[in-house]
């Protein structure tokens, strides 16, 4: 797999339930950032983990960072109709290229919250 | 909230043509990106720009490619002669420096080459 790939590709899920989504990498990282795309929208910045944090929370989100599997999860809890969207996983490699490097980023995941 | 701001949203253009795509990044950030996304695939990286030159950029950034700061506040990509293939949607993102490289993205500008 590449840099940054997230699964699955598609979730559908009801308002109200949680949604768990996983971003897998390859490279040493400095820290992971999940972001949010509204159809036709930029991509918003949601949360970051460094990679010597565990989990971290904010709000109804929690991530999770696994260094030794190079593994990644998001997880909304209580989901809003206003929750779809895409997400994306984006790995910074910064420590290690220099500062303020690229950002390396997933497919994404097409979530969908039916109200 | 201070955001990044990109012009035009929708730029179409003939294959060959040279188009310019602006960016306004946030007032107190000193590194500045731009990222593409062809429908469907992922965001890819094209070029990193701090303290009036390019820091880093991709295989992708060809000599076709050109970025330029031409004032205190404009940060523009410039393509000289697009190809069919330049379709995409072109996102600028900013980040302060000392910050833990939380980018904010403009927008985008679709670009469409016909």
């Known amino acids: 797999s590449q840099q940054g790939e997230e699964d699955p590709q598609a979730l559908s899920i009801q308002e109200g339930e949680n949604a768990t989504m996983n971003c897998s990498y390859k490279t040493s990282i400095n820290n992971l950032q999940w972001y949010r795309q509204n159809s036709g929208r930029g991509l918003v910045h949601l949360i970051l983990i460094r990679s010597n944090e565990r989990e971290k929370h904010s709000g109804r989100l929690r991530v999770t960072l696994d260094t030794s599997k190079k593994s990644s999860s998001l997880l909304i809890t209580a989901s809003r109709a206003a929750d779809t969207a895409s997400y994306f996983c984006?790995?910074?490699?910064?420590?290690?290229?220099?500062?303020?490097?690229?950002?390396?980023f997933g497919k994404g995941i097409t979530l969908s919250v039916r109200p | 909230e201070p955001e990044v701001t990109q012009t035009p949203s929708h730029q179409v253009t003939q294959m060959g043509q040279e188009v310019i795509l602006r960016c306004v990044p946030i007032?107190?950030?000193?590194?500045f990106y731009w990222y593409r996304q062809i429908l469907g695939q992922k965001v890819e990286f094209l070029v990193s720009?701090?303290?009036?030159?390019?820091?880093?950029k991709s295989e992708i950034f060809d000599d076709q490619f050109s970025v330029e700061r031409p004032d205190g506040s404009n940060f523009t990509l410039k393509i000289r002669s697009t190809k069919l293939e330049d379709s995409a949607m072109y996102y600028c993102?900013?980040?302060?420096?000392?910050?833990?490289?939380?980018?904010?993205f403009g927008a985008g500008t679709r670009l469409s080459v016909l």
């Open positions: 984006a790995t910074d490699s910064s420590y290690y290229t220099g500062a303020n490097s690229k950002l390396t």
């Open positions: 007032s107190n950030h000193l590194y």
């Open positions: 720009f701090y303290n009036n030159e390019i820091s880093e």
């Open positions: 993102a900013s980040s302060e420096e000392g910050g833990a490289n939380i980018q904010y």
